[in-house]
Nanobody, 122 residues
Framework: QVQLVESGGGLAQAGGSLRLSCAASGLTFKNYAMGWFRQVPGKEREFVSA????????YYKDSVKGRFTISRDNAENTVYLQMNSLKPEDTAVYYC???????????????WGQGTQVTVSS
């Protein structure tokens, strides 16, 4: 019943922007910290960003700090990832994640989205 559905992925040029959305259903959204992870072929899934339950705490992988912004709208049961100044190395499948109470990590996540492809060309 729990569903995390990403949207907003696609193609972008280096230096461009994309805004990912993840709409959650089947859970009490405000009880879950949310996050974004990404994975490229042949590599492990890696943490990108996370946000606490009410949006007051945010966390970022060092390489995306200053470029990506995570936010959430609990009234809409949606978490966002605004990605600016995109680089080819940002190319990956991006996954939305939910964890009850505290931010998700690769080993401790309650729910995953299906993933959405982000491709950044040079």
């Amino acid at each position: 019943q729990v569903q995390l559905v990403e949207s907003g992925g696609g193609l972008a040029q280096a230096g461009g922007s994309l805004r990912l959305s993840c709409a959650a259903s089947g859970l009490t959204f405000k009880n879950y910290a949310m996050g974004w992870f990404r994975q490229v072929p042949g590599k492990e899934r890696e943490f990108v960003s996370a946000v606490t339950r009410f949006g007051s705490g945010t966390y970022y992988k060092d390489s995306v700090k200053g470029r990506f912004t995570i936010s959430r709208d609990n009234a809409e049961n949606t978490v966002y990832l605004q990605m600016n100044s995109l680089k080819p190395e940002d190319t990956a499948v991006y996954y939305c994640a939910a964890r009850f109470g505290i931010p998700p990590n690769t080993a401790n996540t309650d729910y995953w989205g299906q993933g959405t492809q982000v491709t950044v060309s040079s």
